[in-house]
């Protein structure tokens, strides 16, 4: 499906969030997902790919040396626990839930719906219930059906199926959850791979629990985490953070360093705006995560509207990795990278001063200082170090 062109109100909001649609744009469809096309498409499908999703389960997890010995990978299973049990649960509906269709509410919506005079009061509210349920960070902003699926998979036979979401829903509620710092110096290994996992737990629960919360106010709400819609230009325009040549969200808080979740309802919510502050500026100068990258997938130069497979939505000028060949590290080791995240100069420990001052001169005019500094940064750790550490 062809998108019309932009409003006018649409080209304001994409040019504050950094968003650049052409007219060539299409909705993005799920199935071609690579994740999705590992299960039907022949051209991804392989012996390692097979042996990549086996690997979450224990009997038939590789073992083969520092970070990818037995209990690297039984850490890392264990930390997606609480996301497979909700994932699974519907599976003989050919619904995979978080992944392939949004996590169906286990609370009725109220009779009574609480009366919203103030939306922006409301969504301080949300913010501070988020927090309190482990949300690392939240933000608001309205439903751009642009940026929702063509359609959920049904898994049963990988056919495209309907989203069926409630009428009316207007906002979209974006949740980030940090991932450990110190394991994710480990990447690429199984043992970071609980970084990932752990996160996508978390997040399971966080958004049902908010969504349930929102629920009981007599309000609707969907919780979702990598369904139904792509999630990253939501962040960005609910202002937490600037997309990044490594295709990840720059947060000043935790800096690429985290997953995301989000919540559709219609309870009455102000809205966040894009903060844009520099990171653009100092991708445009840094190939860290592009040299960095074994098999090469992520690009160099500006951002651009090429793509080099059906897993990359058309009609966005931005930085585009080519999925196939990252997924291809993925099966061949048998877990997750994140190589992109752990090099680059944006992760980091802003709690500490000096970390706070590099993401200051960064985002300035002296970013090539910044750059010049952040050099040595983001050497991996190893994983045997991390299991040497006093609790």
């Known amino acids: 499906m062809v998108w019309p062109k932009n409003t006018p109100p649409r080209l304001e909001q994409d040019a504050e969030a950094g968003i650049e649609i052409t007219d060539d744009f299409e909705r993005f469809t799920q199935r071609n997902d690579i994740f999705t096309r590992a299960f039907w498409d022949d051209r991804i499908k392989s012996k390692m790919t097979d042996r990549f999703f086996a690997s979450y389960r224990m009997e038939a997890a590789p073992r083969r040396g520092e970070g990818f010995a037995q209990r690297d990978f039984a850490l890392r299973n264990a930390a997606w626990l609480i996301s497979d049990v909700i994932s699974n649960r519907r599976a003989e509906d050919g619904k995979r839930e978080g992944f392939q269709a949004p996590i169906q ?10 009366e919203v005079d103030d939306p922006a009061k409301m969504a301080s509210e949300v913010k501070r219930i988020a927090k309190f349920f482990g949300a690392d960070l939240c933000g608001i902003t309205d439903l751009d059906e642009r940026w929702i699926y063509t359609a ?19 906002s979209i509620i974006v949740l980030g959850h940090e991932m450990d710092r110190e394991l994710v110096a480990t990447y690429p290994s199984a043992l970071a791979g609980a970084a990932t996992g752990r996160e996508y737990s978390h997040e399971a629960s966080i958004v049902m629990q908010l969504a349930a919360y929102i629920r009981n106010l007599g309000y609707e709400a969907v919780p979702s985490m990598n369904d139904t819609a792509l999630v990253i230009p939501y962040a960005i325009k609910a202002g937490l953070g600037e997309y990044a040549r490594n295709q990840m969200v720059i947060t000043p808080e935790f800096g690429p360093r985290l997953r995301f979740s989000k919540i559709f309802t219609n309870l009455p919510l102000a809205h966040d705006t894009p903060k844009p502050s520099g990171v653009r500026a100092f991708c445009d100068i840094c190939t860290k995560c592009a040299d960095a990258c074994p098999v090469k997938a992520l690009p160099y130069g500006p951002p651009s509207t090429e793509t080099t497979n059906v897993s990359a939505i058309k009609g966005v000028r931005k930085w585009t990795s080519d999925a196939e060949k990252c997924f291809s590290f993925w099966a061949k080791i048998a877990s997750d990278c994140a190589i992109c995240m752990r090099v680059c100069p944006f992760n980091r420990d802003y709690q500490t001063l000096q970390d706070r001052l590099w993401l200051k001169l960064a985002l300035s005019p002296l970013r090539k200082l910044a750059l010049w500094l952040a050099r040595a940064h983001g050497n991996r750790q190893k994983p045997g170090d991390w299991w040497k550490k006093a609790p």
């Open 105 to 114: 509410p286990d609370t009725p919506v109220a009779p009574d719906a609480v």
């Open 152 to 170: 959920r998979i049904d898994t049963r036979d990988m056919s495209d199926a309907p989203h069926d979401l409630p009428e009316g829903l207007n």
